[in-house]
């Protein structure tokens, strides 16, 4: 079964502080993106992060990075820096390359950030 | 932000009554799909589409029905609502071809309460 693990329901971040948000999932494609995508509350959910399976090297978009195992099949989330406006949901997805677009989500973990 | 838009943005609805959610993109994306997500948990998907006259359903079983009768257009229908269909429904759009830069667009969201 093709399926995706967010260990962690809630966090908390401290303002400025960093904080790292863990995924596993499970797939016997070889081809694949991952994603790391945000859903303020009552407001859409918009793109974090991806990154193709294809490449070794961990994708980075100014404050987030991630830290991609495939072997492990691992796709964690750095925020670095955080601020108030990263609370959110946040929730960790693959997209299969030849099964057309469709994204299979993980629990979702809750990032709060505290000033 | 993204050019896909989904109304209304919450419905209360009384049981036995007919609903249809709209969802609308202006990128002319021929992949479109609708995922089910009950409070604090997981998007699944309930129905997609891969352009016009193509439906599918997707892993999550609804009762649902959609139909793509205009590329941009892509509305959910429920044809008897039940309690049990409370929750939020997300729509979201794939560019027709998947590579490097991937990503899903989504919709704001309807957040359905059946009464």
């Known amino acids: 079964a093709q399926t995706v693990t967010q260990s962690q329901p809630e966090m908390s971040v401290q303002e400025a502080e960093t904080v790292t948000l863990s995924c596993t999932y499970d797939t016997s494609e070889n081809n694949y993106y991952l994603f790391w995508y945000k859903q303020p509350p009552s407001r859409q959910m918009i793109l974090v992060i991806r990154?193709?399976?294809?490449?070794?090297q961990n994708a980075t978009e100014n404050r987030f990075s991630v830290n991609f195992q495939k072997a492990a099949k691992s796709f964690s989330l750095k925020i670095s820096d955080s601020q108030l406006g990263d609370t959110a949901m946040y929730f960790c997805?693959?997209?299969?390359?030849?099964?057309?677009?469709?994204?299979?989500f993980g629990q979702g973990t809750e990032l709060s950030v505290k000033p | 932000e993204a050019d896909i838009y989904q109304t209304p943005r919450y419905l209360v609805i009384g049981t036995g009554k007919k609903i249809t959610l709209e969802c609308s993109q202006t990128?002319?994306?021929?992949?479109m799909y609708w995922y089910q997500q009950d409070p604090g948990m997981e998007l699944h998907l309930i129905h997609y589409s891969y352009g016009v006259n193509s439906t599918e359903k997707g892993d999550l079983s609804s009762e649902s029905t959609v139909s793509r009768i205009r590329t941009e257009h892509f509305p959910l229908t429920l044809e008897s609502a039940r309690p049990s269909h409370t929750s939020q429904y997300l729509c979201?759009?794939?560019?027709?071809?998947?590579?490097?830069?991937?990503?899903?667009?989504f919709g704001q969201g309807t957040r359905l309460t059946v009464v």
């Open positions: 990154q193709e399976a294809y490449k070794q």
């Open positions: 997805a693959y997209m299969i390359y030849n099964q057309g677009g469709k994204l299979i």
């Open positions: 979201a759009s794939t560019p027709t071809t998947l590579g490097a830069g991937t990503e899903a667009f």
């Open positions: 990128m002319g994306h021929d992949k």
